[in-house]
């Protein structure tokens, strides 16, 4: 593909992967979440197992494309689960279920996804072992920040410079927050999330149209201040299902694939 993955853009460094603006980065990230769907979907049903930023590829006007479906699974999509013995895909990306279980439902996926999102929030590698104790795995370190929508700034990528909505980052870091639930039940659907992010798109593209408030660079009191009607609906309604418990502080390793 043209443009390589997702991952090249959000971690590379050099003057032909330029840094994603933040609009890219929903585009991409509405793109990625609408292939998965569609594999969710009851046409496809097919779990994708290996949901990560380099299977994310990207054409020349930035469309997503899901490659690598070496570990996709057909089969049940709903509650129903497959169980492996040899746990597949990518730490850092596993759901904590299907680490320590093998259980592999569609949720594993969503937790995948929100991962990703993450990433693309943070641009951060979901493992980085060159980042200080207790900053290795992204997940982990980043949860804190998730739960308090006015520390996000912390994990915010500098890269971005500023140039975000802060409303939109807001609702993607409630949105992965509610992809990234223990309990998979709490996990939405993709195409929950797929809506989500479609709302998102819309109501950044009519703060475009109103005036210099999306995608400029303000000072985040003043952002803050301002946000919209739409941005809140929308954070409550991602927030609304976020319910935390807690699973085992360690998961198992993977047994193969893994990094
Ligand atoms: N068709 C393609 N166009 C552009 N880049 C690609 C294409 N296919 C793969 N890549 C890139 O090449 C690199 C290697 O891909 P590969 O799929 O072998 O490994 P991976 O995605 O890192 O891990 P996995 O084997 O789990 O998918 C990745 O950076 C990937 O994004
Ligand atoms: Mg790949």
């Excluded at 802060?166 to 929950?192: F, N, V, W």
């Amino acid at each position: 593909m043209p443009r390589g993955s997702l991952e090249n853009h959000l971690f590379r460094r050099g003057s032909y992967f330029q840094p994603l603006s933040w609009n890219l980065r929903m585009k991409v990230a509405l793109g990625a979440a609408k292939g998965l769907a569609y594999l969710h979907s009851g046409e496809a049903k097919v779990i994708y197992r290996d949901f990560k930023t380099s299977n994310i590829l990207l054409d020349t006007d930035y469309s997503a494309k899901l490659s690598d479906f070496g570990l996709a699974k057909d089969g049940p999509v709903g509650e129903k689960s497959h169980v492996s013995t040899r746990v597949m895909g990518t730490y850092g990306y596993a759901a904590p279920e299907y680490l320590s279980t093998g259980h592999l439902t569609a949720k594993s996926d969503i937790y995948s996804f929100g991962v990703v999102l993450l990433e693309v929030l943070s641009g951060r590698r979901a493992i980085d072992k060159n980042r200080p104790q207790g900053e290795h795995n992204l997940v982990e370190w980043a949860r804190p920040y998730l739960t308090h929508k006015r520390k996000i700034f912390r994990i915010l990528d500098t890269r971005l410079e500023g140039q975000y909505n802060l409303d939109g980052a807001q609702a993607i870091a409630a949105l992965s927050l509610e992809c990234l639930s223990y309990e998979a039940k709490m996990r939405p659907t993709m195409d929950a999330v797929v809506t989500i992010l479609e709302e998102l798109q819309d109501s950044g593209e009519a703060e475009k149209r109103q005036g210099p408030k999306a995608g400029t660079k303000q000072a985040p009191a003043a952002a803050a201040a301002s946000a919209s009607k739409s941005s809140r609906r929308l954070r409550r309604r991602t927030l609304g299902g976020t319910k935390e418990t807690t699973v085992g502080p360690n998961p198992k390793p993977l047994l193969a694939r893994s990094r």
